[in-house]
């Protein structure tokens, strides 16, 4: 699907007509245009000291070395750019600046230069009602432009608000998703509506946002209401999702009606879906990177926009800065200094920000790996099931464990100590190690199945009181001393990951490989993996460039070989819960099956994909209801896409995933899942409940990309 975008992109921009002087801008940018340069500048307060509250965000530990939190002023930015439009090349084509989007800006003195709140929503509401994805992108990356030229500095806090987040995910305590009850109260508090009024439209309308505005819209106001900036807006969050204690529930209240009074037109609308955690426009994370790198890089170019060629190189270069970094605070103020083209030598792997884990593609035989692998070195990894831990040594000598979706786990697993594994201490000062973590016997010295794991607590756990102990299986490292080293060959990782370990049974091991290329030994690799209580192997290239660590990508140097596969079934799948039908018979008084649906990376909307009823205890069943019902909605979320024929009893607000195997795909009138790409939507046939995935967020739940991947492979077999 990512490939469509970029197909349709390059015919659009291929009828630009100054692609000819872009084109000699690549050979070679005038350091004047570069409209950044690091000598230029003064240090301007970073992002959070300007916003008016008492709550920071703590940077400090999430800086690269490179990163000081320099951003040009508007005046020094004209500076650079008087400079860059003298002459600095003999001949060249006129240069046509492209017209900056006007932005109401604040009046105030005081409030001067800063973006407000409702230019912001004003770009939601135009995507909200855009269909087309280049349209999409191109209304971002010209507002974002138009914010680099008026307040650089707001551009970091508009990014967070268009991906709806408040911070990096590895940051604890940036969480928003205020329930719809709270919502519901304070709304009906401001605007002057009964709650039972606010409950009923909400029935009919199923969307807090819009009941806001409504209400808003028809209150009488007696003065006009001072405009919301965007900082504050942001910063008024931020303090809401941290908000602790036993009052916080009144001060979140608070500061929500008092935002919500200022609120004009369609910011009550985004402010309340804001703080629900969805803004539902069908804005992906993915096209907001692709949107900044353009705006970033037209900024770059003084206003020109750039050829294709350069376009897509610079989206290549953030977002993989952003997989090393994920941190867009980081990744835009280092693009805005150094830039985007020089992101990859600033932005890079640091202890103590978790980058984006390297995955696996699925294969179903071993003869089909022996083909792909053809001619390669590689070596055959035991598959452990357990839970990725990606484990950090800071340069003060403490650690951090990260879970698939860089979460910080380190709370849970307060009995390891990575010190105790430093082959040598004296010269170890920093690591970055992508191990499994699992569940260990301690007595029988064995593997325990991931389900014993699963009961270990997540938060909160002390170490004297752990009875599952765990063993980390270590498989690769990526930084060492602070030098990157996922740009080197698997072998030489390993002879790195030798050098810096000293092995603990049952504490901290390699992880068990062979390296062969004969397939009876394979076969008898893969089926001494599973009587050791592994899952299968994972076949990994060894040598050259193709062996390199691809964060975030799911490779074809990875190939999972599961003896699920063997037996005919594909690799499971991770499902977002959407709704659930009442249980009968045995199964009164919880759900007795549940929709699942896929996530659509492209639109941001789940897709439904099957319903599911097998493979739960009674235990699981409860437990389920128990999770899941605080959860329940009155009406489906607008970012889901499903068929009217066959609504489940009930609707959650999406946030727990299942993992499911199923038996076969299929194309299906009632289904949604890749209904972007077939006219009718791809469903799984005779799913069967594995697990719940809790070290997965909503987001990370199988794509429909990927079930058009599975449906296609299985078409290719048959
Ligand atoms: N030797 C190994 N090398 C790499 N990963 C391993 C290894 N042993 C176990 N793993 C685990 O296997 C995972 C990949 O396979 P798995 O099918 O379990 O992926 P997943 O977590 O379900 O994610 P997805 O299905 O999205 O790839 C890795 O993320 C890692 O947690
Ligand atoms: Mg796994
Ligand atoms: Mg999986």
């Not at 590895?170 to 519901?184: A, D, K, S, T, V």
Request: aromatic share 8%.
């Amino acid at each position: 699907m990512f490939s469509r975008i970029q197909a349709g992109m390059s015919s659009t921009k291929k009828q630009a007509t100054l692609a000819k002087f872009f084109s000699s801008m690549k050979r070679g940018v005038p350091e004047s245009t570069a409209g950044t340069s690091p000598k230029k500048m003064k240090t301007t307060p970073p992002l959070t000291s300007t916003m008016g509250s008492d709550e920071k965000i703590d940077t400090t530990d999430r800086k690269t070395e490179h990163y000081d939190g320099k951003m040009a002023t508007p005046d020094e930015k004209m500076e650079v750019e008087t400079m860059a439009t003298q002459p600095a090349e003999p001949v060249r084509e006129p240069v046509i600046p492209k017209p900056v989007m006007r932005l109401a800006l604040a009046k105030d003195k005081k409030e001067e230069g800063k973006i407000l709140y409702s230019d912001v929503c004003k770009v939601f509401n135009e995507v909200e009602n855009t269909s087309s994805r280049l349209s999409i992108v191109k209304l971002c990356s010209e507002f974002l432009y138009s914010v680099l030229n008026k307040t650089p500095r707001d551009l970091v806090p508009i990014t967070y608000l268009f991906i709806n987040k408040l911070g990096p995910d590895y940051e604890p305590g940036l969480e928003l998703g205020l329930g719809e009850g709270l919502l519901m109260k304070t709304i009906s508090e401001s605007c002057g509506k009964s709650l039972a009024q606010i409950k009923a439209k909400y029935r009919e309308l199923g969307d807090l946002g819009r009941i806001a505005q409504e209400a808003r819209a028809v209150q009488p106001t007696m003065f006009k209401p001072k405009p919301l900036t965007t900082e504050e807006v942001f910063s008024n969050l931020q303090v809401i999702a941290r908000a602790q204690g036993k009052d916080s529930q009144q001060r979140k209240v608070q500061l929500i009606k008092r935002m919500l009074t200022a609120c004009q037109g369609v910011e009550a609308k985004y402010l309340i879906r804001s703080l629900e955690s969805k803004l539902r426009i069908g804005l992906a994370e993915k096209t907001v990177l692709i949107a900044l790198s353009q705006a970033i890089l037209t900024y770059e170019h003084n206003g020109v926009e750039p050829s294709n060629d350069i376009v897509d190189a610079a989206e290549q270069k953030i977002r993989d800065a952003f997989c090393q970094v994920p941190n867009y605070e980081i990744v835009i103020n280092t693009a805005l200094e150094h830039g985007i083209m020089n992101l990859d030598k600033h932005c890079v792997l640091t202890p103590g920000i978790p980058l984006k884990p390297m995955l696996a593609k699925p294969s179903k035989s071993i003869s089909e790996v022996l083909d792909r692998f053809q001619g390669q070195r590689f070596t055959c990894e035991y598959k452990y099931d357990g839970e990725r831990a990606q484990v950090h040594l800071l340069p003060d000598g403490t650690m951090r464990i990260y879970s698939r979706n860089g979460e910080n786990m380190t709370e849970r697993y307060p009995e390891i100590n990575i010190s105790d594994f430093i082959a040598n201490p004296a010269e170890t000062h920093t690591l970055i190690l992508d191990c499994e973590a699992v569940a260990w016997d301690k007595e029988q010295s064995k593997i325990l199945p991931f389900q014993v794991l699963s009961t270990r607590k997540r938060k909160g756990v002390v170490a004297e009181d752990v009875k599952v102990r765990v063993c980390l299986f270590a498989f690769d490292i990526l930084c060492y001393n602070d030098e990157p080293l996922i740009n080197k060959s698997l072998a030489e990782r390993r002879q790195y990951l030798e050098r810096a370990l000293k092995p603990v049974p049952g504490e901290l091991q390699y992880a068990s490989e062979v390296t062969t290329m004969n397939l009876e030994e394979m076969q008898s690799y893969l089926d001494q993996s599973v009587r050791d209580s592994c899952e299968g192997l994972m076949v990994k290239v060894l040598d050259g460039e193709e062996s390199h660590y691809e964060p975030s990508k799911r490779s074809r140097n990875w190939l999972k070989l599961k003896k699920d596969y063997l037996q005919g079934v594909g690799d499971s799948l991770d499902l977002c819960v959407l709704g659930a039908y009442y249980g009968r018979g045995k199964r009164t008084g919880t759900y007795g099956g549940f929709l699942l649906g896929c996530y659509n990376q492209d639109t941001g909307e789940f897709e439904t994909c099957c319903k599911i009823g097998t493979g739960f205890s009674d235990e699981m069943l409860q437990k389920l209801y128990e999770q899941l019902s605080p959860t329940e909605i009155s009406e489906p979320k607008a970012f889901y896409v499903y068929s009217e024929s066959a609504p489940p009893d009930v609707w959650f607000e999406p946030s727990m995933l299942f993992e499911v195997l199923t038996a076969d795909l299929s194309l299906s009138p009632v289904y949604k899942a890749g209904s972007g790409i077939y006219d009718k939507g791809i469903s799984l046939r005779f799913p069967r409940f594995i697990r719940i995935r809790d070290d997965k967020s909503v987001e990370d739940a199988t794509s429909s990309e990927q079930v058009v991947e599975f449906y296609e492979s299985q078409a290719h077999m048959k």
